[in-house]
């Protein structure tokens, strides 16, 4: 057990940095297969489970953290973290009234009030994650009356066991990489979301992530099955506290997407990037992918990237569908120390594939980012379309952007478009603003802000306030 | 008599190491309007940026009063929200902002300073869309982003709402008419016609006579060699697009 200090976070911009003092049922620190049947154990997990986690584990020993990543960071000490911590309950809450009460005020500050929305009945069902472990999901029931199923992977382990094992790791095998695999081993927790045939979600299904306890990987892990003719969108949000060490987040997102079905994710991804020095921030590594395994299949990630210190994050659209469609809408937004090495992979198997990507990079301070993109087309993928846009904006004179979109193509009838510009904010700019009285940082929020729509617009609309406010944030103090 | 809205003495001022504007007189009282005309390349519009604050351009000695204040110690915006407005002769393009957003950052920001409330989107809006009809600028107009693709006219009619919106008290005009047909030359003048009274200033800086038909100036300056080298009322400024400036070019 351990209870995390409470860190001085005077004179820093970083809204989310508190930690909450709440008991925590931890496991010692270090990874063994001794602790992966702990955790197991803790979760109680079906053998078939246990099994595949081991599988994992010892295929992650033979493996190597990889390095092509444009990113610098200090090695990770696998052995010197947490691989489960969750907050002290006696008994699994069965509803929002059992949550502990310290909890519950947590995602109030991060402007999650559970308790509201519940009463309310608004729009939006919230799964929250703390650390390792989903305490709340709101709006079941609201949910289990269209069919869908909205809980922790945890409790779909237990009480959905079929769709599970059906699905889980079919998107993302263990043996995909490096931080799949040690996911795939340790995970402790995540959403899991189900929508039936013929069903369209009547509200928006919603996560969010928070890292509290110290020293302590977090590793969810979420899935997504929407069968044929259903919709749902899904958002993502997460915020850790602020520390001085580094946290490592290593997590997995696979969609499966059938027939004529359509899902649209959305992040705004807000773990803390570390002080103006570089000290601290979270290491964020982080598989996401979706198979559209069905015909007129559609799937779209929008993301905003303001947070973590080092960020690895490719979310994938695998086409397998005829008439498929992915799409990647990005914002990246890295300021004082921050890197970022984040992009896209459109796999277009199916006939009449079509994906799109717009990506918006900015970076200010002394903070690099990579677009790394993939665009490939098999040789079965006739009329397979792609276009691309990849832009940068640079904020002062010490950051780096840079751009590596990989093009496989097999299929002559593929039609690939790319496009990439960088360009800095100009002085023009800045002066027709101020001389129109707008302040300084004021003309930069709403130049980024322009430069960033054409993304921007895909987010449902409370996500994008908070988004806007969060890139102003993100930036304050980048210039002058 | 009214009081001095701007009282620039003895100023010096240079561009890139380069001395442009050399010990500049000119004190411009409320309700004037001046012509500072000149040939190209004299550095007229290097005394517009000045007043502005635009980064890049030095003074280097000499005061500049406005309305009483030291104007040289504020920065460029707290010089906007005191009054101060420039219609550009190259106004920019902010891709993906919409005029109406920044028009509405701007109404605020000025607003603010004056210590006033903020305008409310609805109250804003209804606002703009009636001075932007005036304008000729149409509803559809006003929700594309800023300058991005504007005609020449088109950039001149909003450069003209926004003034008309923000009503400074001295509006600055550098070659606001370049590249203009009759017609948005016309709606230029007419803007800055409605907002002249016997508080507010202006100064116009142009090459050519033209638009001086439509505002007419209370004095006419001719700026060669950094400063003010003759000074008279419109009489002068028809004098000049007549004779030239040769005459006042080879003073050294």
Known sequence: MNRPEII???????????????EADTAPVGLTEDIIRLISRKKEEPEWLLDWRLKAFEFWQTMQEPTWAKLSYDKIDYQSLHYYSAPKQKVAPKSLSEVDKNLLETYDKLGIPLKEQEALAGVVAVDAVFDSVSVATTYRAKLAEKGIIFCSISEAIK??????????????????????????????????????????????????????????????????????????????????????ENQLHAAIVEIVVMNNAEVKYSTVQNWYPGDKDGKGGVYNFVTKRAACRGANSKISWTQVETGSAVTWKYPSCVLQGDNSVG??????ITNNRQQADTGTKMIHIGKNTTSKIISKGISAGFSNQTYRGLVKVTPQADNARNYSQCDSLLIGTNCGSHTVPYVENRNRSAVLEHEATTSKISEEQLFYCQQRGIGEEEAVSLIVNGFCKEVMQHLPMEFAIEAAKLINISLEGSVG | MSAPILEIEDLCAEVGGKQIIKDFNLTINEGEVHAIMGPNGAGKSTLSYVLCGKSGYKVTSGSVRFKGKDLLSMSTEERAREGIFLIMQYPVEIPGVPSTTFLKHAVNAVRQHQGLPELDTMEFLKMVREEGRKLGIDNEMLKRPINVGFSGGEKKRMEALEMTILKPSFAILDEADSGLDIDAMKVVADSVNALRDNKRAMLIITHFQRLLNYVEPDYVHIFANGHIVKTGDKHLAVELEQNGYAEYVKEN
């Open chain 1, 327 to 332: 799409e990647f809408y990005s914002v990246a």
């Open chain 1, 159 to 244: 009480n959905h066991p079929d769709l599970v094992k059906k699905y889980l790791g079919s998107v993302v095998p263990y043996t995909d990489n490096y931080f799949a695999c040690l996911n795939s081993a340790v995970f402790t927790d995540g959403s899991f979301v189900y929508i039936p045939k013929g069903v369209k979600s009547p509200m928006e299904l919603s996560t969010y992530f928070r890292i509290n306890a110290k020293n302590t990987g977090q590793f969810e892990r979420t899935l997504i099955v929407a069968e044929d003719d259903s919709y749902v969108s899904y958002l993502e949000g997460c915020t850790a506290p602020q520390r001085d």
């Open chain 1, 8 to 22: 001085d976070e005077s004179g820093d911009k970083y809204k989310y940095g508190f930690t909450t003092d709440i």
